[in-house]
């Protein structure tokens, strides 16, 4: 087949069926251990680590990730994390420049999710999808185009401990956690950069915030997809409100994996809808 998917692991989508598929690892280091995050990476053993206390940071795929990720397929769709968060989607860019010239016949889309987790899973799934039903280069690009500006993605954290040590929302913001029982319920922003909506008291409260946001976004029925760190439960009560305010609705839940456990944190929950 000429097309392939690639991704970055933000993703949490290892492997893909009917569709060529690859995807570049970010890197999770705690203290002296780099963790990938791909196949070999053992999550009870990153948590342990975690629970060190040890300083730690994460780092994008680099350029050559990309270009082993793409491989040699003829025509490249590559979904990255938010490029406001992340130096990944900048490294893919590069990637495309180089592969490009390397061989002037293929071409690399870079589709920049302004997003991370499950809305990024939603977007290789259209793409999939699309792929499948034998459409057309420029007419899955026009598509996906149109699926981002209405796909959405939801969060529920307990904490934003790791998000702000590492930059990614300011000190003050992360304080409103350590206030116990307080769950943070946001969005990606239209920009790509994590926006606070709600200070919800518990868990339940903040799931249906979750299911209103949404109801005022337009949601009616559609694929949703539910990423979780070790709270599959969470994950299911969410799955189940969601069941009974919208018409028949595919929904999978799934764990999250390296990086996007690292930033979520324990039971953090991530929705894409
Ligand atoms: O390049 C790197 O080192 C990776 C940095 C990634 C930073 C953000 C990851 C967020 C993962 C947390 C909850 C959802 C936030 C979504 C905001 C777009 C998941």
Not at 60 to 66: A, F, L, Q, R, V
Not at 92 to 115: G, M, N, W
Not at 162 to 171: D, I
Request: net charge negative.
């Amino acid at each position: 087949m000429k097309y392939k998917i690639v991704s970055d692991s933000a993703s949490n989508i290892r492997t893909l069926e009917n569709v060529p598929y690859s995807y570049a690892p970010l890197h999770i280091v705690i203290g002296e251990k780099d963790f990938s995050d791909d196949d070999s990476l053992n999550l009870a053993e990153m948590d342990k680590a975690l629970s060190s206390g040890e300083k730690s940071s994460t780092a994008c795929p680099g350029i050559g990730d990309w270009l082993l990720a793409f491989g040699d397929a003829e025509i490249v769709f590559c979904v990255t994390i938010t490029s406001n968060l992340s130096g990944s989607c900048a490294a893919a860019r590069a990637a495309k420049a180089e592969y490009e010239e390397l061989f002037p016949h293929r071409r690399v889309h870079i589709i920049d999710s302004l997003s991370a987790g499950p809305e990024m899973a939603l977007i290789i799934e259209r793409l999939q999808e699309r792929i499948c039903q034998g459409a057309a280069e420029p007419d899955i690009l026009r598509d996906i185009q149109e699926y981002t500006s209405r796909s959405h993605l939801l969060f529920c954290l307990k904490s934003l401990r790791n998000l702000a040590s590492n930059g990614r929302v300011s000190p003050s913001v992360a304080k409103i956690c350590e206030i116990l029982g307080i769950r943070v319920m946001g969005q990606a922003s239209a920009q790509g950069t994590l926006e606070i909506l709600h200070k919800c008291h518990g868990e339940q409260n903040a799931l249906s915030r979750m299911v209103r946001t949404m109801q005022e976004f337009g949601f009616s029925q559609g694929r949703v997809r539910i990423m979780h760190n070790k709270n599959e439960r969470a994950a299911q009560k969410l799955a189940a409100l969601i069941r009974e305010s919208f018409a028949p609705t595919d929904i999978r839940i799934s764990p999250t994996l390296g990086l996007c456990s690292y930033y979520a944190e324990d039971g953090g929950i991530m929705l894409g809808f």
